[in-house]
T-cell receptor
């Protein structure tokens, strides 16, 4: 149980284009999901908290107009990187909490590798 | 501001020995600390959670301790195996429901 998937697993795009990444909780409902970014040899940095049915909460320094988050249902959150540039190239990972006994544990997706040319 | 630090960037250990990884936090004690394993190009996988009022928790070959006096958590892998080679991340709750902050990780290499 508590499986989180991401799609695509990797994407290469041209500078200036937009890329959408999907995060799904497969066997549970998640009112809250989290989006992280991880640069090589660095730890996960929280970008934003995605709330079902309401606006996302962004961390300081993260541009909300550049990283659009939509939490349309209890099992799906999407992150759209708008007008992507090479410096946006990174590993993007989402997570969700499955509730129940493990209310404090987050389950992570496999990540999406974004490369902007 | 609250910080969480894993001082060892890398740790090499002989197969069969016990690996010990350290996580230190500053200022106030978090309500809980978590340990995750991350393999290259993959998302983190949850291993153990230990709460502020718990001194020790075990799961198979894994053991985690929480010392609020030293502001430290230790993560032990006994009888280490090459398959244990990975980056291990500690994380603390950082305000807000379910929100966590991660340390920089320790890359463990178990040598056959």
């Amino acid at each position: 149980g508590a499986v989180v998937s991401q799609h695509p697993s990797w994407v290469i795009c041209k500078s200036g284009t937009s890329v959408k990444i999907e995060c799904r909780s497969l066997d549970f409902q998640a009112t809250t999901m989290f989006w992280y970014r991880q640069f090589p040899k660095q730890s996960l940095m929280l970008m934003a908290t995605s709330n079902e049915g309401s606006k996302a909460t962004y961390e300081q320094g993260v541009e909300k107009d550049k990283f659009l988050i939509n939490h349309a249902s209890l099992t799906l959150s999407t992150l759209t990187v708008t007008s992507a540039h090479p410096e946006d190239s990174s590993f993007y990972i989402c997570s969700a909490n499955s509730g129940g006994e493990s209310t404090d544990t987050q389950y992570f997706g496999p990540g999406t590798r974004l490369t902007v040319l | 501001s609250q910080k969480i630090e894993q001082n060892s960037e890398a740790l090499n250990i002989q197969e069969g020995k016990t690996a010990t990884l350290t996580c230190n936090y500053t200022n106030y004690s978090p309500a809980y600390l978590q340990w995750y394993r991350q393999d290259p190009g993959r998302g983190p996988v949850f291993l153990l959670l230990i709460r502020e009022n718990e001194k020790e928790k075990r799961k198979e070959r894994l053991k985690v301790t929480f010392d609020t006096t030293l502001k430290q958590s230790l993560f032990h892998i006994t009888a280490s195996q090459p398959a244990d080679s990975a980056t291990y991340l500690c994380a603390q709750n950082s305000g807000g429901y379910q929100k966590v902050t991660f340390g920089t990780g320790t890359k463990l290499q178990v040598i056959p």
